[in-house]
């Protein structure tokens, strides 16, 4: 049973350019949630998607879009790239949302993006 | 969302028991504590969570207060590779986890 997985792994990014991450949730997950971590900080939550909508978003600005696909897997957008977007984007899985309490939620191992 | 207290840092010797303690003293009836940790520059790993009783998995054991105001993980016999960021984190069901700075736990040998 594969976890959660994302891709790509590593990426360089030039300012102002626009960037595509992915995320192909746990088997069975249907909410998937995307978080960046900067280095030496703690997670700070992006958004969450079920049944293909945004539910729930962070203080996060409008560059930072996503998409859930009807297979559950993600993608996470982000347009005019900054120097400041420099991070490593963790994707998060877990079964429904505001239904069933107590779940566990797994990570991915994370895109680290690179933006020079 | 219950904000969170855990001690910068900690020390643990190789085989013996590490005792991570977490404060969450606004903790709200329906809001679970989450453990993960995190190994440098890999993405979080679960490690348990609990209501208000007390839980043992493979990894650890979690201890909630009678109150639950407060908890407290246990790593049993802690080897270098436990060495990583331990984060304590209150959950209500939207799976939204605030992550706050978490415990530094070095094992040395």
């Known amino acids: 049973d594969a976890g959660v997985t994302q891709s790509p792994t590593h990426l360089i990014k030039t300012r102002g350019q626009q960037v595509t991450l992915r995320c192909s949730p746990k088997s069975g997950h249907d909410t998937v949630s995307w978080y960046q971590q900067a280095l030496g900080q703690g997670p700070q939550f992006i958004f969450q998607?079920?049944?293909?909508?945004?539910?729930q978003r962070g203080n996060f600005p409008d560059r930072f879009s996503g998409h859930q696909f009807p297979n559950y897997s993600s993608e996470l957008n982000v347009n005019a790239l900054l120097l400041g977007d420099s991070a490593l984007y963790l994707c998060?899985?877990?079964?429904?949302?505001?239904?069933?309490?107590?779940?566990?939620?797994?990570f991915g191992e994370g895109s680290w993006l690179t933006v020079v | 969302d219950a904000k969170t207290t855990q001690p910068p840092s900690m020390d643990c010797a190789e085989g013996r028991a590490a005792n991570l303690p977490c404060n969450h003293s606004?903790?709200?009836?329906?809001?679970?504590v989450y453990w993960y940790r995190q190994i440098h520059s890999q993405g979080p790993q679960y490690i348990i969570h609990g209501l208000k009783n007390n839980e043992t998995n493979e990894m650890a054991s979690l201890i909630i207060t009678e109150d639950r105001k407060s908890s407290t993980l246990i790593l049993p016999h802690a080897t270098l590779r436990d060495t990583a960021v331990y984060y304590c984190?209150?959950?209500?069901?939207?799976?939204?986890?605030?992550f706050g700075a978490g415990t530094t736990v070095t094992v040395r040998a």
């Open positions: 998060a899985s877990a079964t429904g949302t505001g239904l069933v309490t107590g779940n566990t939620i797994y």
């Open positions: 998607y079920y049944e293909e909508e945004e539910r």
């Open positions: 984190i209150v959950l209500k069901h939207d799976y939204k986890l605030s």
């Open positions: 606004t903790i709200s009836g329906n809001e679970y």
